[in-house]
């Protein structure tokens, strides 16, 4: 199985019941940011740049699970910045895992191996290691040799102890679908439990033309759509024909929201406008048809699947869900 049965388990329960009493805008994933603190400073990364003069800040505990709380998602991305860095992680794990949530924790792995003996595997948790690239690639990116390797031998280590381990692609104007299926090999013979791969984002933040078109995107990832047979890829099957041109979706900007010490971020993961400070502010003050329609110019060359894959979850019909619980079942 591609995604633990308790994680479909839950999201199917949770879809429906927000069906069955009429919900129509509802969050799939909660992106918690305790921290943007970071150890790294990479090329693409719009986080470290939009809230640099806030870096040293962090979420209180009590804070992120009042979060939890208050979206109500039956995952949780707790992401950053390096979240290992986040003064409480282990507390915030352990409680996390207590009312129920899954977790995916992503990491850039530098510090992986080390903080392992703080955690317990749990089939609720799973490791989300960032790659963009085999190892020159990777660590031209990241700005630190030796980069690769480490989270490598992070990801090697998490597994001997039990624990559930996928990863993260992002793809840029200069990655190499050659690399990057090299890449794939590697993790594969890694043992990961999971890929999951995507176009970046044009961070205004990021000076560097790095980031792709539309079409651009679309023509790395005609190819890269085509490996689901070959690794353990995780992505969306459905996003997958998006971001490869088969299938045209509008943007659910609500799907994944994102709190951070600033407060939850308006109107998506990626783009900022505002911070409100309750969850109830943020879907009542966000003018999402703006953004649905896709016409602020900054969404024209987005196919992130943060603002994407929560549209296929909610347009999801019965065809769809056999489909996708064959693809789970890697049928
Ligand atoms: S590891 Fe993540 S948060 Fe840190 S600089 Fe790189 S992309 Fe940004
Ligand atoms: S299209 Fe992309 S940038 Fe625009 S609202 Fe959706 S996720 Fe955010």
Redesign the pocket.
Known sequence: MRFPASLYVSMTSYLVGKKLRGVEQFPLVLMLEPTHRCNLSCAGCGRIREYHDTLSREMSLEDCLTSIEEAGTPIVTITGGEPLLYSQVPQLVEETLGRGRHIYFCTNGLLLEEALSLFRPNPHFTWNVHFDGTEHVHDAIIGKPGGFSKALAGIKAAKAKGFRVSTNTTVYRESSVIDIARLFQQLTKAGVDGILVAPG?SYEEVVRDVFLTRSEIVRKFREISSWGRDFPIISNPLYLEFVSGKRSLK?T?WGNPTRNSQGWKS?????TDTHYRTFAELMDRTDWDH?VS?E?P??SQ?M?H??FEPTIARQMGLKDLFRMLRWNLNV
């Open positions: 984002f943007c900007p109107p998506c993961y990626l783009i953004y896709g602020d900054r969404c987005c992130v943060c603002g």
